[in-house]
C-alpha cells in the first residue's frame, strides 16, 4: 500500500524488514519537500549523477527513464537506481539550471510568472455610453468600450464592479486594440469596485469601440 499524494510506501503490520520502507518512503519526503531540480530538459539519464540529484523527465523519456515522462526523476547511491514520483496537480520545484519556479498543471511543467492562467479571464462589453458602468467578478479580462466618436479632451469615467477587488489592491488597466489614442487610469479602488477613466487628447470622428485589458494585483501597504 502506498499514500494517496506522493505514493510513499506503508509499513504492513507483520512485514520484514520495516527500516527498508521506512527509508524509501525518507528518500521521497527528502526530494519533494522544498524539491530542487538541476535541469528539466533531459529525456534521457545523465551518466554520473550526484546523490540525490532530481530531475524533472521531458516529455519523451528514454533508458531507464523511458515510462516517466514529466515524473521527477532522483537518483540514490545507496540503491543504485533512479526513484520516480508521479507530481500532482500544483507541485511546485525550483529549477536550479533556469533559477525559475516551475509548477505542474496537471499535464505539464510551466513556469512561474507574474500573471494569471488560462480560466482567470473573462470579458464584458460596455452598453449605452461611456460613462456606463460594467460588471465582471474575474481577476483580469478585457472590458470593450461602448462604440462611439469622441470630441478632443474628452474625459469619461466608468465604474468597474469587481467581487474581487479589495481595497488595498492595484488594479492594472491598458488598451489593447484601438485606432484613436487614448489615455487611461484607474482611481476610487474600493473593496468590490474600481473607477476606469478613458481620455481622449484628439478627436476620433469614426465611432469605434476600444478594448481595454486589466489585472488585479494583489498588494499590501505593509
Known sequence: MTTAKLALPELDVSQAGKEITHNQALAILDQVVSALVVDKDLSTPPGSPANGAMYIVKATGLAAWAGHNNHLAFWLDAVAAWTFVVPWDGCRVWVADEKLWYHFNGSAWIAAQVGYQTGAGGSVTQAT????????????G???LFSTTTAAAQLDTF????????????????????TG???????????????????????????????????????VAA
Open 129 to 140: 455610453s461611456r460613462t456606463t458602468g460594467v460588471t465582471l467578478n474575474k481577476s483580469c
Open 142 to 144: 478585457a472590458i470593450t
Open 159 to 178: 465604474t468597474l464592479t469587481n467581487s474581487l477587488i479589495a481595497a488595498g489592491d492595484v488594479v492594472a488597466v491598458s488598451v489593447k486594440t484601438a
Open 181 to 219: 489614442v487614448y489615455l487611461v487610469s484607474v482611481t476610487a479602488v474600493a473593496a468590490g469596485s474600481c473607477k476606469i477613466s478613458v481620455f481622449t487628447p484628439a478627436a476620433v470622428g469614426s465611432a469605434e469601440a476600444p478594448v481595454l485589458n486589466f489585472a488585479i494585483v494583489k498588494a
